[in-house]
Nanobody, 115 residues
Framework: QVQLVESGGGLVQPGGSLRLSCAAS????????MGWFRQAPGKDREFLAA???????NNANSVTGRFTISRDNAKNTVYLQMNGLKPIDTAVYYC?????????WGQGTQVTVSS
């Protein structure tokens, strides 16, 4: 069983930056592929980025060049660095852990981009 807790969301002005963190409890963190998703009001949950335990990354075209995923296996934490934020990035951001058929989600953290 893995529990995920996101943090780092908040209100930021357009063009600003935020770094989201997702702390995982439980064992075997490095074996999980970790990902970030977001969901804006009235829209489906959207994939943003993922990183396997060995560091291989996969990013959505919509955020390539602005968002960067990273992980620290020693701290059981995955990060999402977000730069050049736009109002359309306003959403609840979720952390995800996957290993085989196991899938876990965090509770989400709100990001609001507004002047």
């Amino acid at each position: 069983q893995v529990q995920l807790v996101e943090s780092g969301g908040g209100l930021v002005q357009p063009g600003g930056s935020l770094r989201l963190s997702c702390a995982a409890s439980g064992s075997g963190f490095s074996a999980y592929a970790m990902g970030w998703f977001r969901q804006a009001p009235g829209k489906d949950r959207e994939f943003l980025a993922a990183m396997s335990g060995d560091g291989t990354t996969n990013n959505a075209n919509s955020v390539t060049g602005r968002f960067t995923i990273s992980r620290d296996n020693a701290k059981n934490t995955v990060y999402l660095q977000m730069n050049g934020l736009k109002p359309i990035d306003t959403a609840v951001y979720y952390c995800n852990a996957q290993r085989g058929f196991e899938v876990y989600w965090g509770q989400g953290t709100q990001v609001t981009v507004s002047s």
